[in-house]
């Protein structure tokens, strides 16, 4: 670990973090708007805060990816299957508006279903996003169902967008002194193509609401906002696993039973309604979680189909179960005995991702879960616009694949060996960035966060507090009293929090 004498010049704790000047990836974009930040710029002289230029950016590139949409609306989407794949606009969400019930005005959970899918496959709060959707189209159950479904997707799209701004806000307050880091999702062109593929934004915002209250020692509103975010999709309480070994070494018990009891409490009062009145309804998404097959954009499904005996459903579920606590089990093992305490971003970044690499499905629109907690985790240019080529390259394989099966046309579309190659690289991306996060957690010399002169600006109580469980080489090291920024700058400083930066 560096002596203060080998860390760079000693750095001002009150001043933000500005990329041009930090990140060389970002410096050679900035001359596309004038160049990198000068050394007598007037920061914070003007109306345009970098939460509120993160917010626009983010708005522009979320009508971008509505505007990259417009040929399945128009009718792709309900003519010819294998068009909306060639065009890259696949969404479920006007296709589940007649065939989940909610063009017939059925209730979600209570009213059965038609058909294979009896009930609604959804946690319960995306459940109630969905018909609030509904209530709000225009023509509700009136007009042509084309028409019904045109307008579903636009209330849905204005929903999300809302969403994807809430996110943004969130991404670029958690990190105080690094607002800028928020362009990163606001530029992301993964998040941008998949943003309106499924309801998965009510979760991520909900999730990256909760990471900023924490951020802000508020661990109570934490925990409610985690137990939604659950309740709208069951990634997000992945989170509780590191935060509970965090406070562990860091001996803050309080902070998490508080975040732990809010978290029930939220999930009970959304759940327990529909649990106890309509338990059919609500047990479906968790059954069909362990019915359905082995699907696309999985390792296993490049097993699957590869071998003339396909592993069995009930295999698939025991060995990726076993697989995913094998990877949870590595990351406790790391997160106390690092020479550091980790960053809470990091490892919530990488139990995220363990969670998808594993699983026996991995959809276009699971990238969205990862990019807010990948930017608070490593927010450097490089490494995230690796990570997002190759899900860009994974988001445009699997379309062509669908084509290339759904056309019956052997020379239009990807065929299946090409795009077993586009699952290998999207989790070969995924895990280039879970690599590049465990290094900067074994060598905090590396992190950049930490080299600007931070500890931990997203662990709220844990910033800068002392540990006292730690095992292995950990237990034996002494901790540094100063960041990597610099002697000048005291562990858990923060910079101004009202957004001036």
Known sequence: MPSAETTPASVDESEPVLPTRDDEIAASGSELIGGPVGRHALLGATWWTPVRVVVFVAIGMFALGLVQKAPCYDGAWFFGASSQYTHACYSDIPHLYQGRGFADGLVPYFDKLPGDMDYLEYPVLTGVFMEVAAWLTPGSGSGSIQHQEQWYWMVNAGMLMICAVVIAVCVARTHVRRPWDGL????????????????????????????????????????????????????PVFLLGPLFLLCWRAGKWRDFGRALGGAALSWLVVNLPVMLFAFDGWSKFYRFSQERGVDFGSFWLIWAQNTTTPPSTDFVNAAAMALVVLCFAGIAVLTVTAPRRPRFAQLAFLVVAAFIVTNKVYSPQYVLWLVP??????????????????EVTYYLGIWMYLAYTTSGDAHKGLPTHGY???????????LYLCAVVVRDILLPERDVVRRSGDDDPSGGVLDGAEDVFVLGSAARRPQPAVPFGGPTVEWGTRGPTDGSL
Not at 196 to 225: E, H, K, P, Q
Not at 420 to 430: E, N, P, Q, S
């Open 184 to 235: 990163l999702l606001a530029l992301a062109p993964a998040f941008v193509l998949t943003a309106t593929i499924n309801w998965d934004l009510l979760a991520v915002a909900l999730t990256a609401a909760a990471m900023l209250m924490w951020s802000r020692g508020r661990s109570l509103a934490f925990g409610l906002l985690l137990g939604l975010a659950t309740a709208a999709k069951l990634y």
């Open 373 to 390: 907690l990948a930017v608070l985790a490593r927010p450097k240019w490089r490494d995230f616009l690796v990570w997002q080529a190759c």
């Open 420 to 430: 077993h190659w586009a699952i290998a690289v999207h989790l070969l991306g995924t």
